[in-house]
């Protein structure tokens, strides 16, 4: 069935460094693609989207590219900062589907 | 400023005691959703209302009773909860579940955290 796969964590990073977050997928067809990002206490928030080949996302600074070829999103930006520590999911919706699969999720610490 | 609302906030109960989620959003969204999150761990789908009429129910238990008054609103009935049935509660909203309005992403508010004693 489909599937999404992150890199686990906590990553902890000092403020201002490039941050890459790994996703991989496995769905048939042309699913959706999403990064959600969840700070403590909260929901999630919908962070960037893709929904064909080769689009890339982006919001606040973060970006992502839907590689077909690799069947990855991966998240970056290049400087993050001590208010982006939070939880970051990838998720797909499958092709013509209502339904979000959703990652393991991966914790972020940013240090000052 | 999350265009999902939801109340309360927190939610202590009993097991014997009967309670219901709100959920509101005003984006003219005909999908909404309930999923449950435990710590940790991703949200899992619960519930899927498509133009107010109960579309999906991924096997929850009948101590969870869905209720969707109006295309705004959503609710959650809660009856004889158990003690594992604490958790994150979320409530979300696409623009639809189906043929063009599928794989829309899904907006979610801030949750009900609820905790049975």
């Known amino acids: 069935g489909d599937s999404v796969t992150q890199m686990e964590g906590p990553v902890t990073l000092s403020e201002e460094a490039f941050l890459t977050i790994n996703c991989t997928y496995t769905?048939?067809?042309?699913?959706?693609l999403f990064w959600y990002v969840q700070y403590p206490g909260e929901g999630l928030q919908l962070l960037l989207k893709a929904t064909k080949a080769d689009d890339k996302g982006s919001n606040k600074g973060f970006e992502a590219t839907y590689r077909k070829e690799t069947t990855s999103f991966h998240l970056e930006k290049g400087s993050v900062q001590v208010s982006d520590s939070a939880v970051y999911f990838c998720?797909?919706?499958?092709?013509?589907?209502?339904?979000?699969?959703f990652g393991s999720g991966t914790r972020l610490l940013v240090r000052p | 400023d999350t265009e999902v609302t939801q109340t309360p906030k927190h939610l202590v109960m009993g097991m014997t005691n009967k309670k219901s989620l709100k959920c509101e959003q005003h984006?003219?969204?005909?999908?909404m959703y309930w999923y449950k999150q435990k710590a940790k761990k991703p949200p899992e789908l619960m519930f899927v209302?498509?133009?107010?009429?109960?579309?999906i129910n991924e096997s929850v238990p009948s101590r969870f009773s869905p209720e969707c008054p109006n295309s705004s609103l959503l609710n959650l009935h809660l009856h004889a909860l158990q003690p594992e049935d604490s958790a994150l509660y979320l409530c979300a909203s696409s623009r639809g579940t189906g043929g063009l309005l599928s794989n829309q992403p899904q907006h979610f508010g801030d949750g009900t955290r609820l905790s049975i004693l």
């Open positions: 998720a797909l919706s499958p092709d013509s589907s209502y339904k979000l699969i």
């Open positions: 209302y498509s133009y107010e009429k109960l579309s």
């Open positions: 769905a048939t067809g042309y699913p959706s």
């Open positions: 984006m003219g969204h005909r999908a």
